[in-house]
């Protein structure tokens, strides 16, 4: 064990940039504002937006420091994100239980669409509504391939958002089996699962929706996040 620990870590050292230095400029300061670590817990978690980031952290905060704080107190999961907050350096991410979880880019990118298009900051910033009124879907999509996809984290591909090399992580959960992937981890990081501590405001309910998607639709999200389908959902891209 302490010798592919060693390899490891010296192949995490020797790389050039070896944390964000493939991640796109822009969008650094968000992927390491978003990275979670608890020494004393001995994990790492860097949560992608979209991906239930807060129900996890919620949920890792309750094991990791007791429960009050982060269950009604706490809707939106803000006071548990910052008490996880941590960007691990190579050593400490090399010694620790490293995850992340992904979900499927279809109802991923239609909940950011949902979710960021109408509003105001968005408006001004990526041009994605006119008077509070929201682009179609349709045209945000455009808009992405026009080189809106990596400009903001809410939508980039979840492949260019992980910090280090995703093969390194101990564990890559799913969004869509949420539950019983959050209880492998909490049975195995802290020795108990004490259930889900969702998050109780802002949701968008994408989940489900994205059945109502068009085919053509469909296959742009494909193209536009096609090395997530590649790394994390192979048995879904269309061959």
């Given at each position: 064990?302490?010798?592919l620990l060693?390899?490891r870590l010296?192949s995490l050292l020797?790389g050039?940039?070896?944390a964000?230095?493939h991640?796109p400029p822009?969008?650094?300061?968000?992927?390491?504002?978003?990275?979670?670590?608890?020494?004393?817990?001995?994990?790492?978690?860097f949560?992608?937006?979209?991906?239930a980031?807060?129900t996890?952290?919620?949920?890792?905060?309750s094991?990791a420091?007791?429960?009050?704080?982060?269950?009604?107190?706490?809707?939106?999961g803000?006071a548990?994100?910052a008490a996880l907050?941590?960007?691990?350096d190579?050593?400490?991410?090399?010694?620790s239980?490293?995850?992340?979880?992904?979900r499927?880019?279809?109802?991923?990118?239609?909940?950011?669409?949902r979710?960021?298009a109408?509003?105001?900051?968005?408006g001004a910033?990526?041009?994605?509504?006119?008077?509070g009124?929201?682009?179609s879907f349709?045209?945000?999509l455009?808009m992405?391939?026009?080189?809106?996809?990596?400009?903001?984290?809410?939508?980039?591909p979840q492949s260019?958002?992980l910090?280090y090399?995703?093969?390194?992580?101990?564990?890559i959960?799913?969004?869509?089996?949420?539950?019983?992937?959050?209880?492998t981890?909490?049975?195995?990081?802290?020795?108990?699962f004490?259930?889900?501590?969702t998050?109780t405001?802002?949701?968008t309910?994408?989940?489900?929706?994205?059945?109502?998607?068009?085919?053509?639709?469909?296959?742009?999200?494909?193209?536009?996040?096609?090395?997530?389908?590649?790394?994390?959902?192979?048995?879904?891209?269309?061959?």
């Amino acid at each position: 064990m302490a010798g592919l620990l060693h390899g490891r870590l010296s192949s995490l050292l020797a790389g050039k940039s070896r944390a964000t230095g493939h991640i796109p400029p822009p969008l650094r300061p968000q992927v390491r504002q978003r990275a979670c670590y608890v020494p004393r817990a001995g994990f790492c978690y860097f949560r992608l937006p979209k991906v239930a980031n807060s129900t996890i952290c919620k949920t890792l905060a309750s094991h990791a420091f007791g429960g009050e704080r982060f269950g009604e107190n706490d809707p939106t999961g803000a006071a548990a994100k910052a008490a996880l907050q941590r960007f691990p350096d190579a050593r400490q991410f090399a010694r620790s239980y490293s995850f992340a979880f992904v979900r499927d880019p279809v109802p991923r990118v239609l909940s950011a669409w949902r979710d960021k298009a109408p509003r105001p900051k968005f408006g001004a910033e990526y041009g994605l509504n006119t008077d509070g009124v929201p682009v179609s879907f349709t045209r945000f999509l455009e808009m992405l391939q026009e080189g809106l996809l990596l400009k903001d984290p809410h939508w980039a591909p979840q492949s260019v958002l992980l910090p280090y090399d995703p093969a390194r992580y101990a564990f890559i959960g799913r969004f869509e089996r949420l539950e019983p992937d959050m209880e492998t981890l909490c049975r195995h990081i802290f020795g108990r699962f004490d259930g889900l501590t969702t998050r109780t405001a802002g949701r968008t309910g994408a989940s489900g929706a994205d059945v109502r998607i068009a085919p053509e639709n469909r296959q742009m999200i494909y193209r536009l996040y096609e090395r997530d389908y590649d790394l994390f959902y192979s048995e879904i891209l269309p061959v």
